[in-house]
């Protein structure tokens, strides 16, 4: 996606600055809690490594990709925690917040399920799936992306993880499960403060029963499978089944559950935006959209893209890489200082927190010119070898990078080609993107009429 560039620059001097507009008591949380998108894309212009406050706390944000990469490579210096383990409520302690020991014995557990054999036999289903939801498209008929796309990706997701086990309504019921329990992660992720996510409000209730809801859920299923003994090769008995290389040592139970609720929100909040952000660009840039269909059209023809397709779909993934670019599904994320550290020169106290943003990474000007534009071409050919290393950062870096990044991107292509090859989707007039930085990074509503193709 993003090929490596080897930097020949003698070594720079780092600057470091205070994000401007703290308030009294609450310093940005009001910024983090209004206006995050803008308020994160502003900071690299105050330096390499920016200061804010959350409340009383200090934090520090790396704004430079070499920073970044500093930061996520070394899970000992700067591990997960901090506010981040709010995050624990609707993950548990599963791979993408557990940590140290833990998090290394699930990453090698877990690493099979993710083979290239295992994400093609995965991706076998998604081709069907879609098919399925668009049966229902009439020409003319207006169908908002967003909600269209988070409908399919839960129940592909629901047969990557669950295969026939999970029927429709229990499908849609986790769906609202998820949409509420992701509304409200992110505020209480930020908030300096754990008094309001305890007070009996109606939103706090949904929040709870949604949360507490979608977890019996996944448990039954998972109780469900452990009786039946049976491998229907999904993700699930791939879990339930994984071993330890070294010393046999498999998942309990509560392990299982964290990571299915955790492939849930990778597998279906993400990329769905991802999708619904995919289609709204190529239908506002009609040049890059009739490209997408030719490439298609030629690659594959008349009949239904598959698997073995994707590799001949080069514009195709730069349409992709570009819109995760534009709108990066893990928007901000956060580590704490284990130790008495630096980071760029300057101090950083143990116990402090360290943010990194790919929003602010993405928006910046001195690393992507243009940064606002939607340019799929500087991911083709020699112009990509011109992207800083470690510029774009949709699934994170390290030991802690998305362990599904390769299947989330391959279930992306194979969703846009079978949906492309035979609609075109037009914005309705005067609509307008506004970006919903939640748990993930959301398109919001976005009404599309079909035409077919």
């Given at each position: 996606?993003?090929?490596?560039?080897v930097?020949d620059k003698?070594?720079r001097?780092?600057s470091?600055?205070?994000a401007?507009g703290a308030?009294p008591?609450l310093?940005h949380v009001?910024?983090?809690w209004?206006?995050p998108?803008q308020?994160l894309?502003?900071l690299p212009?105050?330096?390499d490594?920016?200061?804010?406050?959350?409340?009383?706390?200090?934090?520090?944000?790396a704004?430079?990709p070499?920073?970044?990469?500093?930061?996520?490579?070394?899970?000992r210096t700067?591990?997960?925690?901090?506010?981040?383990?709010?995050?624990?409520?609707?993950l548990g302690?599963?791979?993408?917040?557990?940590?140290?020991?833990?998090?290394?014995?699930?990453?090698?557990v877990?690493?099979p399920?993710f083979?290239?054999?295992?994400i093609?036999?995965?991706?076998a289903?998604v081709g069907d799936d879609?098919r399925?939801?668009l049966?229902?498209?009439?020409?003319?008929?207006?169908q908002?992306?967003?909600?269209?796309?988070?409908?399919?990706l839960?129940?592909?997701?629901a047969r990557t993880?669950?295969?026939?086990s999970a029927?429709?309504?229990?499908i849609e019921?986790?769906r609202?499960?998820?949409r509420t329990?992701?509304?409200g992660?992110?505020?209480?992720?930020i908030?300096?403060l754990?008094?309001m996510?305890?007070?009996?409000?109606?939103?706090?209730?949904?929040y709870?029963h949604?949360?507490?809801r979608?977890?019996?859920?996944?448990?039954?299923?998972?109780?469900?499978r452990?009786?039946?003994?049976?491998?229907h090769?999904?993700l699930l008995s791939?879990?339930?089944?994984?071993e330890?290389?070294?010393?046999?040592?498999?998942?309990?139970?509560?392990?299982?559950?964290?990571?299915?609720?955790?492939?849930?929100?990778?597998g279906?909040e993400?990329t769905?935006s991802t999708?619904?952000?995919?289609f709204?660009l190529?239908?506002a840039?009609?040049?890059?959209e009739?490209?997408?269909?030719?490439?298609i059209?030629?690659a594959?023809?008349?009949?239904s893209?598959v698997?073995d397709?994707?590799?001949?779909?080069?514009y195709?993934?730069?349409?992709?890489?570009?819109a995760?670019r534009?709108?990066?599904?893990s928007w901000?994320s956060?580590?704490?200082a284990?130790?008495?550290?630096d980071?760029?020169?300057h101090?950083?106290?143990a116990?402090?927190?360290?943010l990194?943003?790919a929003q602010?990474?993405?928006h910046n000007?001195?690393l992507?010119p243009?940064?606002e534009?939607?340019v799929p071409?500087?991911w083709?050919g020699?112009?990509?070898?011109?992207v800083p290393?470690?510029?774009l950062l949709?699934?994170?870096?390290?030991s802690h990078k998305?362990?599904g990044?390769?299947?989330?991107l391959?279930?992306?292509?194979?969703i846009?080609a079978?949906?492309a090859?035979?609609?075109r989707l037009?914005?309705?007039p005067?609509?307008?993107?506004?970006?919903?930085p939640k748990?993930?990074?959301?398109?919001g509503?976005?009404?599309?009429?079909?035409e077919?193709?």
């Open positions: 996606m993003n090929p490596a560039k930097s003698p070594a001097s780092w470091f600055g205070s401007p308030v008591l310093g009001l910024a983090l209004r206006r998108l308020f894309a502003s212009a105050h330096g490594v920016v200061e804010i406050r959350l409340g009383p706390s200090r934090a520090y944000l704004c430079h070499d920073l970044v990469h500093q930061v996520l490579v070394n899970p700067f591990d997960k925690g901090g506010l981040f383990d709010k995050a624990r409520q609707l302690n599963s791979l993408s917040v557990s940590r140290g020991d833990a998090h290394r014995f699930q990453r090698r877990i690493q399920a083979h290239s054999t295992r093609a036999a995965y991706t289903a879609t399925t939801a049966g229902s498209w009439r020409a003319g008929q207006t908002d992306i967003s909600e269209a796309m988070h409908a399919l839960m129940r592909v997701a993880l669950f295969s026939t029927d429709e309504r229990t019921e986790a609202h499960c998820l329990v992701s509304q992660i992110y505020k209480r992720t908030a300096p754990g008094i996510e305890k007070l009996p409000t109606p939103g706090n209730r949904r709870d949604a949360n507490a979608l977890r019996e859920i996944v448990d039954t299923m998972i109780s469900e452990r009786r039946s003994e049976e491998d090769g999904d791939t879990l339930l089944r994984a330890h290389p070294d010393t046999g040592q498999q998942l309990t139970d509560e392990e299982v559950l964290d990571q299915v609720v955790t492939f849930l929100v990778a279906s993400t769905a999708l619904a952000f995919v709204h190529l239908g840039h009609p040049g890059a009739q490209r997408v269909h030719d490439e059209d030629a594959i023809g008349d009949r893209p698997f397709d994707l590799p001949k779909l080069e195709t993934r730069a349409v992709i890489t570009e995760l534009l709108y990066p599904p901000m956060m580590r704490v284990a130790v008495d550290t980071l760029g020169g101090p950083v106290p116990g402090a927190l360290v990194y943003s602010a990474l993405h000007a001195e992507f243009d940064p534009e939607f071409e500087r083709l020699e112009r990509a070898k011109e290393r470690g510029a949709p699934f994170g870096a390290g998305c362990i990044d390769v299947l989330a391959t279930e992306t292509a194979l846009v079978t949906i090859s035979r609609w037009r914005p309705i005067g609509t307008r993107l506004r970006p919903e748990a993930t990074l959301e398109a509503p976005l009404p599309m009429i079909c077919p193709r």
